[in-house]
């Protein structure tokens, strides 16, 4: 299927025009699994939470329950693998969420709150709280890994003209 044809004539991709219903993309389908998995995790504190309590102490609560259920291996300082990107044999570390697996789960809740009647400006998946434990969690996993993230330099103006007026070499 031809999704850049389908767009352009005006039908949606994955529609079914025999039945007239619309197959939502991976992309809103597991928004959507997200959404109801958050919602029930709010659903089995004590006491319950309703959304509209919800707020960043919440959302961080439920990304550390998530850990439990990770698949990378992130080394502890104490380690004698830590800092190693290929260990050569296995340690005792826990599995926790990768840092780009919970970037990406954000990104989808931060969407369906709004979607689901949020306004953008209560919206506890966007507070800088949130933007802070990713940062701490991308850090700290790289360092486990011995993988330094670093800040790529934006380009100025007369990076530029430089880069334009040096010869090939």
Known sequence: ???????????????????????????????????????QFLRNQRPPISLPQC??????????????????????????????????????????????????LIGRLRAAYEENGGSSEMNPFASGAIRIYLKEVKECQAKARGIPYKKKKKKTDSDESNSSSMPFS
């Open 55 to 104: 707020n960043s102490n919440h959302v961080l609560d439920f990304l550390r329950y998530l850990d439990q259920f990770g698949k990378t291996k992130v080394h502890l300082q104490g380690c004698i693998f830590y800092g190693q990107p290929e260990p050569p044999a296995p340690c005792s570390c826990p599995l926790r969420q990768a840092w780009g697996s919970l970037d990406a």
């Open 1 to 39: 299927m031809d999704r850049g044809k389908d767009l352009a004539e005006g039908s949606s991709p994955g529609a079914d025009p025999a039945a007239g219903a619309v197959t939502p993309s991976r992309y809103e389908s597991q928004k959507r699994r997200d959404w109801n998995t958050f919602g």
